[in-house]
């Protein structure tokens, strides 16, 4: 137990669908990271939030839309996906002291969605 | 090429070795963390290292920082399957993004 969920954890959608995935860290952290990881590629940082600000958007396509209603829920909105898509989705909470340096990240256990 | 490498890829050991697995950066360093994870499953954070000659250990497990803040190394002392997975750096390059490695598996034969 990292002190960050996620749900589904699995999910199978088709290219036409809308879907979400939801993420919460019970933590008490301040910033909060979606990251897609593919199989044989590294960890990509897609979007981080900061005190409910998003601060970085990776050039993520449109189809990902992220929403954070507060410091503990993050929700990655999908719609339209590719099956190039298909990947394990993770979430991260950290800790962001002043001037911006971050800590270490916790993760929850990820989604693994497919896309057919 | 990627900012950090690491290596080797994967490795097999037999239970009861040590073994060390690399990370190399292409630029300084301030922040480094190593973390684990199972197959399909999310990461467990293990330790970070933020000066340059850093050692730290957790139960069998210590990584180091070169002086550089260039390269970090974790060993295994005395291998157990419970250390199988995939272990993968990440680093802070005072940026406010963590960037990670590819990842090393390591597979522990009883």
């Known amino acids: 137990e990292t002190g960050v969920t996620q749900t589904p954890r699995h999910l199978v959608m088709g290219m036409t669908n809308k879907k979400s995935l939801k993420c919460e860290q019970h933590?008490?952290?301040?910033?909060m990271y979606w990251y897609k990881q593919s199989a044989k590629k590294p960890l990509e940082l897609m979007f981080v939030?900061?005190?409910?600000?998003?601060?970085e958007n990776n050039s993520v396509p449109s189809r990902f839309s992220p929403e954070c209603p507060n410091s503990s829920h993050l929700f990655l909105h999908l719609h339209t996906l590719q099956p190039e898509d298909s990947a394990l989705y993770l979430c991260?909470?950290?800790?962001?002291?002043?001037?911006?340096?971050?800590?270490?990240?916790?993760f929850g256990p990820g989604t693994r969605l497919t896309v057919t | 090429s990627q900012e950090l490498e690491q290596s080797p890829q994967s490795l097999i050991v037999q239970e009861g070795k040590n073994l060390t697995i690399n990370c190399t950066s292409s630029?300084?360093?301030?922040?480094l963390y190593w973390y684990k994870q199972k197959y399909g499953e999310g990461l467990i954070f293990l330790m970070m290292?933020?000066?340059?000659?850093e050692e730290k250990s957790h139960e069998k497990i210590t990584a180091k920082l070169d002086e550089k803040k260039q390269q970090s190394s974790l060993h295994i002392t005395a291998s157990q399957p419970s250390h199988a997975g995939i272990y993968l750096c990440?680093?802070?390059?005072?940026?406010?993004?963590?960037?990670f490695g590819a990842g090393t598996r390591l597979t522990v034969k009883p």
């Open positions: 939030y900061s005190l409910e600000e998003r601060v």
């Open positions: 290292l933020q000066k340059g000659g």
């Open positions: 991260a909470s950290s800790q962001r002291h002043g001037g911006g340096r971050m800590r270490e990240q916790y």
């Open positions: 630029k300084t360093l301030y922040g």
């Open positions: 990440g680093a802070d390059y005072n940026n406010n993004d963590m960037r």
């Open positions: 933590l008490g952290h301040n910033a």
